[in-house]
């Protein structure tokens, strides 16, 4: 029986190399200096296409429908590869990162904080952190946006990994250091290992980064059960009323990894979406004005609650399309446990394999000109089976993102609790891209806040 080459098909076609790739290096230049647009040509040379960085390569899915093979059978496709070995460098073994095995075990602890009857308390504090934030802005004033969406985010997710937020120093400290992080795992992703491996200052910088936020995550811990952190519903009390047992979360490393993604993730994603959906409201003064129209009629002179988020049809429509054209998690790797075949191609095991929410939210034969922001492609009537297969900001199967219903909740109640009191607009002369870190996010978002009267 002949033996097939690493990736050939059983006719006995290879997987095709992306074009553009340098001696020694691969494409990691191409992906270091603009990996989107790399992504998005992906699908022109096949439905698998591989990559190399350095001495190393990764084979990225391009159909909705091969991804969703990666999503739907963890055991063979399991958590791993260049995105989920950085993420480990934080945040240790998690919910997340952890292998199949582990992984319903650590689900069953952690799901108790995202349980749908908890949502209305969580709701109230969105909106208290939200306004503690936005109540310093001025009428006129020009807002950097991102920044204080992350800020809503990291205060939100204190409450709910913690049920105590951070001092104000220590607050900012986070913030800044869950950026740097942020940013530090894309370039380290895509760096051949070597480099990764050097004492540069970039490294370096990385490292105290990694300890910092560690150590903040600590202190917190550390100050459970005092009497201004008492114990309640929040992530921190879940893990601590689990019975310890070798190896588990509750061991002091463990609780520490579980908490430190919460934290990250809770700051980043929420941060990003709200950021990007006002900046497309921005761009859109009809489209906002319609959004405002549905919030005050829901709302009123009130203050938004959960119980809202129902009559909010049109702001879900705007948050789900902004998911759609600017996904946090733009890219997230698997490794192959096995050998097996994807495609047709023959995976042998310990392939690294990549999926691209990003490549699949913006192919045309999808979504029709993706890069125009349109909620109306989410009317019942509109959508069609292949885009619910291809939306997949929050990732699928079992892993699917455990907070999912908690990160629309929190979106929802900041983008209304800003549009009751704010009206947003562009500043001229202003040029937003999308910056492709650990996360998609708004580099250059600047809007002015126009007081809404009345």
């Known amino acids: 029986m002949a033996v097939l080459s690493l ?16 001696p020694l290096l691969g494409h990691s230049p ?33 159909t ?3 991804t969703q093979e990666l999503l739907h059978d963890p055991r063979t496709f399991d958590k791993g590869g260049f995105f989920f070995d950085r993420l480990r460098e934080l945040t240790g073994n998690n919910v997340a990162s952890c292998p199949h095995a582990e992984h319903a075990a650590q689900r069953r602890r952690v799901q108790p904080i995202f349980r749908r009857d908890r949502m209305p308390g969580y709701g109230r504090t969105i909106v208290e952190q939200a306004a503690a934030v936005t109540g310093g802005w001025r009428d006129n004033a020009v807002i950097d946006v991102f920044p204080d969406m992350l800020r809503i985010g990291a205060r939100c997710a204190a409450v709910l990994v913690f049920g105590a937020t951070f001092p104000p120093k220590a607050l900012e400290r986070t913030i800044s250091d869950i950026t740097l992080y942020v940013e530090g795992i894309f370039t380290r992703m895509f760096l051949p290992p070597v480099l990764a491996r050097l004492p540069l ?26 009497a201004d952190h008492p114990a309640g519903g929040d992530l921190l009390t879940a893990l601590m009323d689990c019975a310890p047992t070798p190896g588990d979360p509750e061991s002091p490393a463990g609780l520490v990894d579980q908490l430190t993604l919460m934290l990250m993730a809770g700051t980043e994603s929420t941060a990003t979406t709200v950021a990007w959906a006002l900046h497309e409201l921005s761009r859109d003064p009809v489209l906002q004005h319609r959004v405002q129209i549905e919030v ?23 948050l789900t399309e902004t998911l759609r054209k600017y996904p946090a998690a733009w890219i997230l790797s698997r490794v192959a446990t096995r050998d097996t075949i994807l495609g047709g191609h023959r995976i042998p095991s310990g392939t690294t ?23 109306d492609r989410w009317l019942p009537a509109n959508v069609c089976p292949v885009m619910r297969k291809a939306l997949i900001p929050f990732g699928g199967g079992t892993r699917k993102c455990a907070g999912d219903t908690f990160a629309m909740v929190e979106s929802a109640l900041v983008l209304a609790s800003i549009l009751t009191r704010w009206s947003l607009d562009p500043v001229p002369d202003t040029r937003v891209r999308p910056a492709a870190y650990g996360a998609l996010q708004p580099d250059g978002l600047r809007l002015r806040a126009v007081g809404r009267s009345g």
């Open 7 to 22: 990736g050939a098909s059983s006719s006995g076609a290879p997987i095709p190399s992306a074009p553009g790739a340098l």
């Open 30 to 62: 191409a992906l270091l200096r603009d990996p989107l647009s790399l992504l998005r040509a992906l699908p022109e040379h096949g439905e698998l296409v591989r990559l190399r960085v350095g001495a190393g390569e990764f084979v990225v899915a391009c």
């Open 64 to 66: 909705p429908e091969l």
């Open 201 to 226: 200052p970039a490294n370096l910088r990385y490292g105290q980064v990694r300890k910092r936020l560690r150590h903040a995550v600590s202190a917190m811990v550390d100050g459970y059960g005092r």
């Open 296 to 318: 005050d009629a829901a709302i009123g002179s009130g203050t938004p609650t959960h119980a809202h988020i129902g009559h909010l049809e049109l702001t879900g429509r705007v």
């Open 353 to 375: 394999l990549v999926f691209s929410p990003y490549l699949l939210h913006h192919r045309p034969d999808v979504f029709p000109d993706p890069d125009r922001f349109d909620p």
